[in-house]
Every structure is written in C-alpha cells, then in structure tokens.
T-cell receptor, first 113, second 109 residues
Framework: GAGVSQTPSNKVTEKGKYVELRCDPI?????LYWYRQSLGQGPEFLIY????????DSGLPNDRFFAVRPEGSVSTLKIQRTERGDSAVYLC???????????FGSGTRLTVV | GIQVEQSPPDLILQEGANSTLRCNFS?????LQWFHQNPWGQLINLFY???GTKQNGRLSATTVATERYSLLYISSSQTTDSGVYFC???????????FGAGTRLAVHP
C-alpha cells in the first residue's frame, strides 16, 4: 500500500484479556518496527524485524508481549493478560533500509480498563 | 544507554516567527532523524541527517556529530507547524531509534 496501515485504530479491552494489533507495512519494506508511546512521551522501541525474523526484541517489556511476521510482510503484536499499564499508543514503522527513513503508521490506541 | 535531550520542551510562536529546536545526544551516532507528530498523532519523518545541513522548504536541519547535537530550524512558522518535534538516534549501530522527549510547538495565528 501507499503507507503503513495499522488496525484497529482504537482498542478498548478489559484487564486480563488478550489483544492483537496488526501492522501492514509499505510493500517491499524489509524492516519493520514496533514502538509504544505513552502520553506526553516519545516513542519507545519494542521490537525490530528484518524480513521474517525478530532481529532485536530487547524492548519488549516482559513475556506477555510477543510479535510475529510470518511471511515478511504483515506483523502482529500480541499482548496476553493485559494490564492497565499497557494502555498506550502502539506505533508501527517500516523502512526499506534498516534504520533509515522510517515511515510510521497512525498507531493503535490501546486502552485497558 | 544513549541519552537524547531536546530543548525547549515547549514553545509558543506567533505565525510568521522563526525558531530553533535543539537535540543533544550523549554518545556518537551514525545517523539522526527528526520527526514531526501532528495534533492527530501521525509521525512524519522530516530529515535523515547524520551530519551536515539539509533543507526542505521552510525547514532545515544541521547535525554536528563531533559535538553531539543537532538543530532544527523552522522559518516563517505556520499554524500547520504545530505539534511535537522529536529527534531520534540509533544506539551503537543498532537499527532501533531512541527518541527524545520532544519539543511541543504551538503556532498561533
């Protein structure tokens, strides 16, 4: 597509539930990133994919968070047993060369109640 | 890890004014990016600028890598320039970016 697409744009879930957030990167972009942005702060790195593999998952806060990119295109961020502290905007970005010229999606606003 | 500090944290301008935003970083980096986040939350890449100066319309950026800072210049500001400006750098050759806390800019007509 023309840009990075993230769905859903908003997600409200109850504490303890499981959620999946989807990212569809720009066609042909091999690098894909997930970031999390809390109110009033800059984005914080979660995980980086080069192709199908997670090249760097050092930003995932704990084992409740997991992400996949099985075919090297669409990625899904999965959060188990959600907590109120997981509430944030989850941003996805892609680039044609690792680390340069990011294009961000519009984000998914996750609210855990 | 690498620290990224941006100043000022908040800035209010009258339309037509010029401004300079600063980004300091604590370690050597091989690239630096400036982003604008509009009031609707969309992050737009403004510049990829590991060193030197680049210009794009009313915006320009300069990075002095040896002194570990970058400047973003906004000339003849417009209300559409409002939002948050972030700089971001990759730590130690990694592909991920570390973002500063941002400068929140409000341009009034």
């Amino acid at each position: 597509g023309a840009g990075v697409s993230q769905t859903p744009s908003n997600k409200v879930t109850e504490k303890g539930k499981y959620v999946e957030l989807r990212c569809d990167p720009i066609s042909g972009h091999t690098a894909l990133y997930w970031y999390r942005q809390s109110l009033g702060q800059g984005p914080e790195f979660l995980i980086y994919f080069q192709g199908t593999g997670a090249a760097d998952d050092s930003g995932l806060p704990n084992d409740r968070f997991f992400a996949v990119r099985p075919e090297g295109s669409v990625s899904t961020l999965k959060i188990q047993r959600t907590e109120r502290g997981d509430s944030a905007v989850y941003l996805c970005a892609s680039s044609s060369q690792g680390g340069n010229g990011y294009t961000f999606g519009s984000g998914t606003r996750l609210t855990v109640v | 890890g690498i620290q990224v500090e941006q100043s000022p944290p908040d800035l209010i301008l009258q339309e037509g004014a010029n401004s300079t935003l600063r980004c300091n970083f604590s370690d050597s980096v091989n690239n630096l990016q400036w982003f604008h986040q509009n009031p609707w939350g969309q992050l737009i890449n403004l510049f990829y600028i590991p060193s030197g100066t680049k210009q794009n319309g009313r915006l320009s950026a300069t990075t002095v890598a040896t002194e570990r800072y970058s400047l973003l210049y906004i000339s003849s500001s417009q209300t559409t320039d409002s939002g948050v400006y972030f700089c971001a750098v990759p730590p130690g050759g990694y592909n991920k970016l570390i973002f500063g806390a941002g400068t929140r800019l409000a341009v009034h007509p």
